[in-house]
């Protein structure tokens, strides 16, 4: 590996508080493998969508049950937090095909009422070392 790349490396791994430079080193490649597990659709993934949405706007309400009946299984839990008199914050967890769980959160993100959503991509860990 070029010098530059080891310091860079290292500054980054410090920065992380990473005990050594394979230690960050390890979480990257983790990283990639996961990201590929999502790229290739093959086997199960898990994820968790994000929403901050205006409880005035009932639809969303509405599109989770429905998601929930269309995507039997798939959603395992969802938490509701109220962050003020009218914004909350909701955290589906769900487990199935990347192609699935990416529907799931695009149909939820694009509802009316929903001003921010996000869906972080991980991993069962069961293809991890
Ligand atoms: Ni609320």
Known sequence: MAAELVAALDRHSRARGYRNRSAALA??????????????????????????????????LDVLTDLQHHFLGAII???????DERNCLEVIVARGRAEELKRIADRLIATRGVKHGQLACTTTGRRLA
């Not at 839990?77 to 962050?83: I, K, M, P, Q, W």
């Open 27 to 60: 979480d990257m490649v983790r990283e990639a493998l996961v990201q590929r597990e999502w790229e290739t659709g093959r086997g199960e993934v898990v994820g968790t969508i994000t929403i901050v949405y205006d409880h005035e706007t009932r639809e969303l």
């Open 77 to 83: 839990c969802s938490t509701h937090v109220h962050l």
